[in-house]
């Protein structure tokens, strides 16, 4: 997912934070490759991600039990803007 110099604009697990940029992933430029990666294709992203979303639920509340986000919070992440997107 790297397109250009510099690390990827990928998740560091358990923590789910970018690689590049250090913001919960999926970051603005991470959000950005994935409608270019998966352009035409929006349920294979939806797909896509809702695999991403039960990893980082699993890693972020096993993290953070009583303090991390909450499940509402981990999906509305990963899987409310691709709905939201033309």
Known sequence: MNVGPGPAHTPIRPLW???????PWPCGEARLELLR??????VGLMYH??????AALSD?????PHDGPTPA???TRFLIWPSRQP
């Open 49 to 54: 991600l809702t695999g991403m979303y039960r």
């Open 17 to 23: 934070l970018c690689r590049a940029c250090a913001a």
């Open 73 to 75: 919070d981990i999906f």
């Open 60 to 64: 972020l509340t096993t993290l953070n």
């Open 37 to 42: 990666r998966w352009q035409g294709d929006r």
